[in-house]
Structures are given as structure tokens and as C-alpha cells.
């Protein structure tokens, strides 16, 4: 009876692993979306006004998104870390 209580206690502190984990990496992708959205309505909008500049704001707008991808991916390993 009392190795079932330890195994108990066991699988009750890896659900509780798993889940502050999904939680963790549920708020490292708020950020990124957040910032992925600003960023592709600034650049529309700068490229409305200055059309002539469209290419060079494209490719700004792109490596932006990259970067702040990046951090998505981050939290998604870290993610993967606690949940290890």
C-alpha cells in the first residue's frame, strides 16, 4: 500500500511538471504574437505611405519576424526542459 502512495505522489508531481510547463510556454508565445502582429501592421502602414521604400521595409519586416520567432522557439525549448 505504500509503494502505490509513493507512486501516486510521483505521477502527481509530473502532471504538475507538465502542466507549469505548457502554462510556461503558453506565455512565451503571447509575447511573439504580440510583437509579430505590431510589427506587420507598422510595416503595411509604412509601406502605404511610402511605396517607393516598400522593398526595403519587406525586408526589414522579415527579419523582424525571424527574430521575434526566435523567441517563440525559445520558450518552446524551454518548454521541452521543464518538462524533462
Not at 6 to 11: C, P, T, V
Not at 40 to 59: D, F, H, I, N, Y
Not at 63 to 83: D, M
Amino acid at each position: 500500500m505504500e509503494a502505490f502512495t509513493i507512486l501516486a505522489q510521483e505521477a502527481d508531481k509530473a502532471a504538475a511538471a507538465a502542466s507549469s510547463a505548457g502554462f510556461a510556454y503558453g506565455l512565451a508565445a503571447i509575447g511573439p504574437g504580440i510583437g509579430i502582429g505590431y510589427l506587420v501592421g507598422k510595416s503595411v502602414e509604412a509601406m502605404a505611405r511610402q511605396p517607393e521604400a516598400a522593398g526595403m521595409v519587406r525586408t526589414t519586416m522579415f527579419l523582424g519576424i525571424a527574430f521575434t520567432e526566435a523567441l517563440a522557439l525559445i520558450g518552446f525549448v524551454v518548454f521541452i526542459l521543464i518538462g524533462l
